[in-house]
Nanobody, 124 residues
Framework: QVQLVESGGGLVQAGGSLRLSCAAS????????MGWFRQAPGKEREFVTG????????DYADSVKGRFTISRDNAKNTVYLQMNSLKPEDTAVYYC?????????????????WGQGTQVTVSS
């Protein structure tokens, strides 16, 4: 089992940057693909980005390509989301999640473990 705790959210002006972290418990973190999702009020949870267990493969939603970067440090049991050039439409609760799938998937139901979420608010 994996427990996930996100941090790093906050309020930032449009064009600014934030770095989210997701710390995982357990010795098997490196076996999981990891993903970041977000959910804005009144909207469904959507895939933002994901990374394979080794870090060798990543995938991004079109809306964040070129602005967001996912990375992981298996020695520290942590996955990161660097968010640059933030826009007001990036405002949401951001969740990290762990999946046992070998590749990278954007399907919510493929992720068995979820963090509690961290709020990101981008002002215009």
């Amino acid at each position: 089992q994996v427990q996930l705790v996100e941090s790093g959210g906050g309020l930032v002006q449009a064009g600014g940057s934030l770095r989210l972290s997701c710390a995982a418990s357990g010795r098997t973190f490196s076996r999981y693909s990891m993903g970041w999702f977000r959910q804005a009020p009144g909207k469904e949870r959507e895939f933002v980005t994901g990374i394979s267990w080794s870090g060798g493969r990543t995938d991004y939603a079109d809306s964040v390509k070129g602005r967001f970067t996912i990375s992981r440090d298996n020695a520290k049991n942590t996955v990161y989301l660097q968010m640059n050039s933030l826009k007001p439409e990036d405002t949401a609760v951001y969740y990290c999640a762990a999946s046992i799938t070998t590749g990278v998937t954007g399907t919510v139901r493929a992720y068995a473990y979820w963090g509690q979420g961290t709020q990101v608010t981008v002002s215009s």
